[in-house]
């Protein structure tokens, strides 16, 4: 039988679990021999799921007991009163959401965000990655056309990791570069990187920890690096240190 091709639609409604079991088993089918297509689906979820960490407790308040109060004094029809409430809420996280977009993110913050990316993809068996190693030229070159500035994996291997491959991230300033490494026995590291636009310096290491990951970060100059995984901290920050020592700006 002759089935409708895959649209964006289908991506959208198989990320959101709208689609019936045959169609969900059509998209699965087509997403298992169209890489970039299952790369956008990654994106989505990643996407979702920092909608819902942003704005899950703006939509669980209760409506403002002054807007109520207005809404029965004016003896709207419930309808009416339910699309001001929804109005309101939406006026509230397009604030809050135009405040996050203008301001430039912390170091914190930017460190939490690569540990979610990382809980996300690092976990990942069959998409892990939007290229892979085997095109590192051509990961690299992507990645850095997309921020705008060079960008380079460093080499892990004599800390027991290869390069895995790496993606593009959505970022409140830019994209972000995500560059994924892998251990002999599974255990997986990502690096990523963002461009500030602008010279901030030099920080020492910090780190965040969470659930048994950690996440070291520091900045050089107008470049943010966050290194995140599961390794213990002692090893992390062996590691995070031999990236520096291999993407740090040559002194003037």
């Given at each position: 039988?002759?089935?409708?091709?895959?649209?964006?639609?289908?991506?959208?409604?198989?990320?959101?679990?709208?689609?019936g079991p045959d169609r969900r088993a059509q998209v699965e089918a087509y997403l298992a021999g169209q890489?970039?297509?299952?790369?956008?689906?990654?994106?989505?979820?990643?996407?979702?799921?920092?909608?819902?960490?942003?704005?899950?407790?703006?939509?669980?308040?209760?409506?403002?007991?002054?807007?109520?109060?207005?809404?029965?004094?004016?003896?709207?029809?419930?309808?009416?009163?339910?699309?001001?409430?929804?109005?309101?809420?939406?006026?509230?996280?397009?604030?809050?959401?135009?405040?996050?977009?203008?301001?430039?993110?912390?170091?914190?913050?930017?460190?939490?965000?690569?540990?979610?990316?990382?809980?996300?993809?690092?976990?990942?068996?069959?998409?892990?990655?939007?290229?892979?190693?085997?095109?590192?030229?051509?990961?690299?070159?992507?990645?850095?056309?997309?921020?705008?500035?060079?960008?380079?994996?460093?080499?892990?291997?004599?800390?027991?990791?290869?390069?895995?491959?790496?993606?593009?991230?959505?970022?409140?300033?830019?994209?972000?570069?995500?560059?994924?490494?892998?251990?002999?026995?599974?255990?997986?590291?990502?690096?990523?990187?963002?461009?500030?636009?602008?010279?901030?310096?030099?920080?020492?290491?910090?780190?965040?920890?969470?659930?048994?990951?950690?996440?070291?970060?520091?900045?050089?100059?107008?470049?943010?690096?966050?290194?995140?995984?599961?390794?213990?901290?002692?090893?992390?920050?062996?590691?995070?240190?031999?990236?520096?020592?291999?993407?740090?700006?040559?002194?003037?």
């Amino acid at each position: 039988m002759k089935t409708d091709p895959i649209s964006e639609h289908d991506l959208h409604a198989y990320v959101d679990n709208q689609l019936g079991p045959d169609r969900r088993a059509q998209v699965e089918a087509y997403l298992a021999g169209q890489p970039e297509a299952a790369a956008f689906v990654q994106d989505l979820r990643l996407q979702n799921h920092l909608l819902h960490e942003t704005y899950d407790t703006v939509l669980n308040e209760p409506v403002p007991v002054a807007m109520g109060a207005a809404l029965r004094r004016q003896r709207f029809p419930l309808a009416w009163a339910a699309s001001v409430a929804a109005l309101a809420i939406g006026l509230v996280a397009g604030w809050t959401a135009r405040d996050m977009t203008q301001a430039s993110p912390g170091p914190a913050v930017f460190a939490e965000r690569a540990l979610r990316a990382h809980l996300l993809y690092a976990s990942e068996k069959r998409h892990p990655v939007e290229v892979p190693a085997e095109q590192e030229a051509h990961l690299v070159a992507w990645l850095s056309k997309r921020l705008d500035a060079p960008i380079r994996a460093p080499a892990l291997n004599a800390h027991g990791f290869s390069l895995l491959g790496g993606r593009l991230l959505p970022g409140e300033e830019g994209p972000l570069a995500q560059l994924m490494y892998e251990s002999a026995d599974g255990e997986r590291l990502t690096l990523v990187v963002r461009r500030t636009g602008r010279d901030t310096g030099d920080t020492r290491f910090q780190v965040l920890e969470q659930n048994g990951n950690s996440v070291f970060y520091w900045v050089d100059r107008d470049y943010g690096y966050a290194l995140s995984g599961s390794i213990g901290k002692n090893r992390m920050m062996e590691v995070a240190r031999a990236v520096d020592a291999q993407l740090r700006h040559p002194r003037n």
